[in-house]
């Protein structure tokens, strides 16, 4: 067995005093290095929260961090621990208010500006956030805010209403306008409407189908088989059989002859393009036919593509019900297409078939809180009302009827309103809607 050799005491006594040189060379070089990258917190200089400013809800946490790396103890404090709470730089929003988050390192301090708002997110509240007012009225406008930053007021029409910086508001012409104040957090805005101040009705146009031909100066008379898109069963012709005037009225037939794959004939008549009215009292005086299946129209389109133009139904007559009569209206939001259209209906106590009625609206620009309305009468008694949302004002996909719409008189059958139809309606006479006269008034804003 071989053993191994060790050196003498003093050869290993030697290279130990060499190796512990170098040690304490190798140790004091990388406490330098330590040294120069990590300072110490009395060395620290200028630095800052990131980010300086902070917007917070109630509930939301947030972590700050610091512009430098440092291995020395930071202090975070908030000026107020009922608005915000710090540890190790994670805050927490507890109430609506302002607060500073600081971070403290020895002698060296940074500051966060902590601003919390409600759940909502909202700073500013003002006393009304709808306004209406007569033409020379003021209202003042009251604004909470919370933080108490300085706020600048606007109203987007000052040729409608007026606001100082103080939220006196002041209506100097008729219309919708709205109001703005701002703050460094947040806009907050109100809906202003001065109302109109509106003359008497005036007859501006009126057709009492008093000749023996049908005016095209006015009239457009339509020939189709489409069906009205409503899958209906006649064919619109321009024919005298169809379509006429005498004895002071327009008189609209429905005929069982056929044409055109359509086992009946009718008409149809618009004033496209030559008449059309925005705003005003727009009625007709109309008999309309008995029978089941029949259903004429007095109605209203405006001018583009369907429903966005948008539809007003005057009235429409269901020959399934002698004594029922009905209103609507149609638009992008709500039309018939997808079944939410806005409809209303009266039921007489007797047929309104075969007698003659007055069937109208009284369409108003901003009536009511800037608000158009559509008033539905007959016989000069109001029945149904639709009006705009105020949410969507001016939103012509949920209210199209502040602009140009034409009128339209027609005499359909079956479909998915007229329904199923009974041809005995024929063995009892001519199926005949008569139309006395038509007329709108309008009236002119006040001085």
Known sequence: MRTRAWPPLCVLFNKMKYMKKYLFIILGALLGLVSCEQPSPSSVGQFSIVPPVLQMKVGDVQLLELSIVTTGEVVWTSSDEEVVKVSAGVVTAEAIGFAT????????????????????????????????????????????????????????????????????????????????????????????????????????????????????????????????????????LDRTENLRVENGNLIIQLRNDGYGGKPYTSGRINSKNKKSFTYGKIEANISFPAGKGTWPAFWMLGYGSWPACGEIDIIEHIGSRPNFSSFAVHTSQRNGMTGNNWHAGYTADESMENAYHVYGIEWTQEEENGCDKIHFFIDNKEYAVVSEDFNFIDMKSYWPFNDQHFIIFNLAIGGTMGGSIDDTLFNHGDVLMKVDWVRVWQRKEKE
Not at 142 to 170: F, M, R, S
Not at 178 to 186: I, N, R
């Open 101 to 236: 988050v600081t971070a403290a390192i020895g002698d060296n301090k940074a500051i966060c500006s902590v601003y919390v708002s409600g759940s909502s997110g909202q700073t500013l509240t003002l006393n009304k956030y709808m306004v209406s007012l007569n033409k020379g009225e003021t209202f003042q406008f009251q604004c909470k805010n919370t933080y108490g930053t300085p706020v600048e007021w606007k109203c987007n029409h000052p040729e409608i209403a007026t606001i100082d910086q103080q939220g006196l508001l002041t209506a100097i012409k008729p219309g919708l306008a709205t109001v703005t104040v701002t703050s460094e957090m947040e806009s907050v805005t109100a809906k202003v409407a001065v109302n109109h101040q509106w003359g008497e009705y005036q007859l501006v146009w009126s057709d009492e189908f008093n000749g023996t031909e049908l005016d095209r100066n006015v009239w457009n008379v339509e020939v189709n088989g489409n069906g009205g898109g409503n899958q209906e069963s006649q064919y619109y």
